[in-house]
């Protein structure tokens, strides 16, 4: 993955935004409790002086004591500091942690490097921001595949198991994101509401996206509105030029449309990416008989004769969460 220059600026200006508000929470924090006991301040102090001291004791000789001897006394006196000022704080009702710098992230201490690497923080950062910025024309929320429950789905119906059915998606699903292309097909997902079908769209498209892939995902009523708006003058905008070449098209909720002046648009969308070869995922709570009824045959042949069909099975696990 590319990470471009604006995820990596927007990253370390999150890490200094938090390194910064550590800082300030324990200027404050110390300022509150040596006014409360000012013996507090003397072992803040102390302890911060500690590393001082046993540099000063491993290169200088200014005493009889050999150097191993010194950074043993000086470490047994920061134990007995720390000690004492755990015992203040509880006597005054504040955290053992009060006086220390609560940073978010304690491998790195907020500096998004440990030992000249970068950071699991830094990294994570990146990608987020990263995925904000080759995201902006997707309107629904990204997942990970290992959040998808198959315990929700029932290991036994009229026609098989949902559970192993569901399986057998989720793995092809896996496979799908993990080896997406240009060239990948398209897939169809059909079902009852509730069964996974945005989720797992959302799961392909967060993995696309981090491969370094342009992404649309909009539920198919807000695409057609735009569209629809634009077409009469009423917005300005580029929805079906973005629906045409960006590399992976995923259209949410297939039929939640309500009138069927939107079907010369999706049938141009279909087109569109048919011919150019282009993959499009799209999800629907409809069935197939369903489909044929609602729909021209160009239409359904466009949908049934180019797309991947995964039927979707089970209860509503949405319910069931």
Known sequence: MSISEEAYIKAENELNKR???AE????????RAHSIEPELAEITEKIAGANCEIIKAITKRSSDK???????????????AHERKKAILQRLGLPENYLDHNYTCKLCSDTGFVNGKRCRCFDELLDK???EELSKDCDIAFHDFDEFKLDLYPDTGENGSPRQQMQMILNRCITYANEFSEDSPSLFFYGNTGLGKTFLSSCIAKKVILKGHSVVFRSILKVFDDALSEHFGKKTGDTLEKLRDCDLVILDDLGSEFSSQ????FYQILNDRVNMHKPTIISSNMTLQQLNARYNERIVSRLLGEFNRFPFVGEDIRFKK
Do not use: G
């Open 129 to 131: 921001y990263y995925i």
């Open 19 to 21: 390194r910064r508000n």
């Open 24 to 31: 300030i929470e324990y200027l404050e924090h110390c300022d």
């Open 262 to 265: 939107s079907d010369p648009i």
């Open 66 to 80: 050999k150097p191993s001897e010194l950074i043993m006394q000086i470490k047994e006196n920061n134990k007995l």
